[in-house]
């Protein structure tokens, strides 16, 4: 397996990670997206993440979320970095905006959690 090439702030959420976190399926899936290149990082819209929504359901965007679209549904979203658009949006909906490492520490699991990229 090659080894993953991480940026600075990629590199902060992987250390962040407590030990048990990083063996479950779900973190090896999200810390494998953030090493992929910057080119095929894209960003999601918020558009994007309410056609997602489900109630009780986490959304991690391995990326930054942007504020293109409307969201009217509450929603608790996991991602790298958010525009002020996308995180007033969230906010306005009833949501929650968090990142990546606060999301781990909470859940390690992912067992409620939606991966959009």
Same mark, same amino acid.
């Given at each position: 397996?090659?080894?993953?090439?991480?940026?600075?702030?990629?590199? %902060?959420?992987?250390?962040? *990670?407590? +030990?048990?976190?990083? %063996?479950?399926?779900?973190?090896?899936?999200? *810390?494998?997206? *953030?090493?992929?290149?910057?080119?095929?990082?894209?960003?999601?819209?918020?558009?994007? @993440?309410?056609?997602?929504?489900?109630? !009780?359901?986490?959304?991690?965007? +391995?990326?930054?979320?942007? =504020?293109?679209?409307?969201?009217?549904?509450?929603?608790?979203?996991?991602?790298?970095?958010?525009?002020?658009?996308?995180?007033?949006?969230?906010?306005?909906? !009833? !949501? %929650?905006?968090?990142?990546?490492?606060?999301?781990?520490?909470?859940?390690?699991? =992912? %067992?409620?959690? @939606? @991966?959009?990229?």
């Amino acid at each position: 397996m090659k080894k993953a090439k991480f940026s600075e702030k990629n590199l %902060k959420i992987s250390a962040g *990670l407590p +030990p048990e976190a990083r %063996k479950t399926l779900f973190s090896m899936r999200v *810390l494998e997206l *953030l090493s992929a290149p910057s080119r095929r990082k894209t960003g999601v819209n918020v558009s994007r @993440i309410a056609a997602y929504a489900k109630p !009780g359901k986490l959304i991690i965007v +391995p990326d930054k979320v942007l =504020g293109a679209g409307s969201l009217t549904s509450k929603v608790n979203v996991a991602a790298v970095s958010f525009s002020d658009s996308a995180r007033k949006m969230i906010e306005s909906a !009833g !949501g %929650k905006a968090m990142s990546l490492l606060d999301a781990a520490k909470s859940d390690s699991t =992912g %067992k409620d959690a @939606i @991966i959009i990229k």
